[in-house]
């Protein structure tokens, strides 16, 4: 049976919007028909799926118990995209414990969640499950992550923290102007890759405290830089591939 929200309910999942809220209830919000289903799928705690009025009934039962009805106007309200496929979920903040694999990846202030939710999708893609992030790196559950991991987000887990007592004792490879070039190494078997902020790199603080072999792609010197996205699948290809 499909029921209905409370208005109390309906403000509530509209402040999931704000990071601070998202911190109070525990929760956060999930889009698309594709990445709803990923997370029904999956193991993640969900505590409510919402759909407007218009979307198709009959993939709607397929969500029961979750599963509650909402008009245009009001599921509007709650979902965070220009053009909504009219389905979302509300889903529990959750910390999977996994074994990481052999290969990490490591964020150090990385402000744009577009660059986080694709690095989250690359490290899927390369088989890595574990992804250290800076204190300052933006939120994993902000809606434009979640959005561009593309439900990655369900099978690599971000762990955010001091990456200096992250790091100690790791095989570190720290992506910079000046490092060795990329193309010369040969394929290695585990280690961590460290990719610094968009515009300032890798913090000075943070190199002071950890090992590290710096590493570099080459190319062309006019092009200010690559952003942290693009470098992180680049380097994947070459240390992993």
């Known amino acids: 049976m ?19 809220f998202r911190q109070m209830y525990g929760q956060f919000i999930v889009e698309g028909l594709k990445s ?15 759909c407007s009025e218009s979307f ?53 202030n990385i402000n744009n969640p577009g660059n986080l939710g694709t690095i989250i999708r690359i490290a899927d893609w390369y088989g890595i499950n574990t992804i250290y992030c800076s204190q300052d790196t933006v939120d994993l559950y902000n809606h434009k992550v979640i ?22 004792q790791k095989d570190v ?19 961590v890759l460290l990719i610094g902020n968009e515009a300032n790199g890798i913090s000075g603080s943070l190199l002071q405290k950890i090992n590290y072999l710096p590493v570099t792609i080459p190319g062309n010197k ?6 942290a996205a693009m470098a992180t699948a680049i380097c994947c290809e070459r240390l992993l591939g």
């Open 2 to 20: 499909i029921q209905t929200l409370s208005k109390g309910k309906i403000k509530q999942y509209q402040q999931l919007h704000f990071k601070k």
């Open 36 to 50: 709803v289903h990923e997370l029904v799928e999956s193991n993640w705690p969900i505590a409510q799926i919402i």
């Open 56 to 108: 198709n009934a009959e993939i709607s039962k397929n969500y029961s118990p979750y599963i509650c009805s909402l008009s245009d106007r009001d599921f509007e309200t709650i979902s965070q995209q220009k053009s909504t496929q009219g389905i979302l979920a509300i889903a529990e903040f959750h910390e999977p414990n996994w074994t990481e694999t052999p290969w990490q990846i490591a964020l150090d």
């Open 147 to 168: 959005q561009s991991s593309m439900g990655s987000f369900l099978r690599v887990q971000l762990k955010y923290g001091s990456l200096s007592e992250n790091l100690d």
């Open 173 to 191: 490879y720290a992506t910079m102007l000046d490092g060795e070039n990329i193309r010369t190494l040969p394929k290695i078997k585990n280690g």
């Open 222 to 227: 006019q092009v200010e830089s690559l952003n």
